[in-house]
């Protein structure tokens, strides 16, 4: 891994239109489009590459300077209901920006992942542009959120969790 070394400015993870139940998704990832050009890459089915999984993925997202993430939180009234795609992005070494949730304050810090008001693009914009232009910060929010991910959110401890809740 070069840190110094990017396929792509910015990526997105994910279907576009696997939910017609939650237009955003396609308005962002459109947006990214429009916004970045040939500067972006929408990775999944419907996407730009299909789907990819594996060490293949892994090396897209660390090869890529800002992963944006999602979450199908349907009016974001639901606190700590995110994708697994946040803790897969800082798991596999992404640098994510992602919308805000309420409790996501209690599972990262915020010098570990970077937060933008859901549905805000231009919120989103000025910090994808930001962290573009401000490579050494944006590195160590990465290492930084990976490390996070891969002491405190892997699979293994969210099903110690969910035993310890039920007694078991």
Not at 26 to 37: A, F, N, V
Not at 60 to 83: E, Q, V
Not at 101 to 130: Q, R, S
């Amino acid at each position: 891994y070069d840190p110094n070394k990017f396929d792509h400015d910015v990526i997105f993870v994910g279907s576009k239109g696997y939910h017609p139940e939650y237009p955003y998704r396609p308005q962002l990832i459109d947006y990214l489009r429009e916004t970045y050009g040939k500067r972006f890459l929408h990775v999944g089915g419907d996407g730009d590459t299909g789907t990819i999984r594996g060490d293949k993925l892994n090396k897209i997202y660390a090869r890529s300077k800002i992963a944006i993430g999602d979450s199908l939180n349907i009016g974001f009234n639901y606190p700590y209901y995110t994708s697994d795609r946040m803790f897969e992005s800082t798991g596999r070494g992404g640098f994510t920006i992602y919308p805000e949730i309420k409790g996501l304050e209690d599972l990262f810090k915020p010098t570990e992942l970077v937060l933008y008001e859901h549905g805000n693009l231009e919120d989103l914009k000025a910090k994808i542009d930001y962290y573009l232009s401000h490579d050494a910060e944006r590195e160590q929010i990465r290492m930084l959120g990976h490390q996070r991910t891969k002491n405190h959110h892997t699979y293994v401890d969210r099903w110690t969790t969910i035993l310890k809740e039920f007694n078991l």
